[in-house]
């Protein structure tokens, strides 16, 4: 795989994203008001992320599931993700 130079906040909007994904995936209390932020949250990240102009300039649209694996391999990096 090519290493494809993704804007910060891209990558940073991206590992927001999959971590917010994955505390919605874990079990909640039905109606629990952290179930309802934390869905706000995806979907705000989710349009930070789609809309970034990143993507209006470099005409990539193939290059989101190489954004997706640069963001997981930062957040190992970082120390971040599996709780």
């Known amino acids: 795989m090519r ?3 993704f804007p910060d906040d891209l990558v940073r909007a ?3 994203w999959t971590r917010t994904y994955e505390d919605l ?7 629990t008001a952290s179930v309802t932020a934390l869905r706000r949250r995806l979907i705000r ?8 102009p990143y993507w ?3 005409r990539r649209v193939s290059g989101r599931p190489e954004l997706v694996l640069q963001a997981r391999a930062t957040q190992h990096t970082h120390g971040e ?3």
Do not use: D, E, F, N
């Open 3 to 5: 290493h494809i130079p």
């Open 14 to 16: 991206q590992a927001a």
């Open 25 to 31: 995936a874990r079990p909640h209390t039905p109606g």
């Open 45 to 52: 990240l989710s349009a930070a992320v789609y809309y970034h």
């Open 56 to 58: 209006a300039q470099s």
């Open 81 to 83: 993700g599996a709780a």
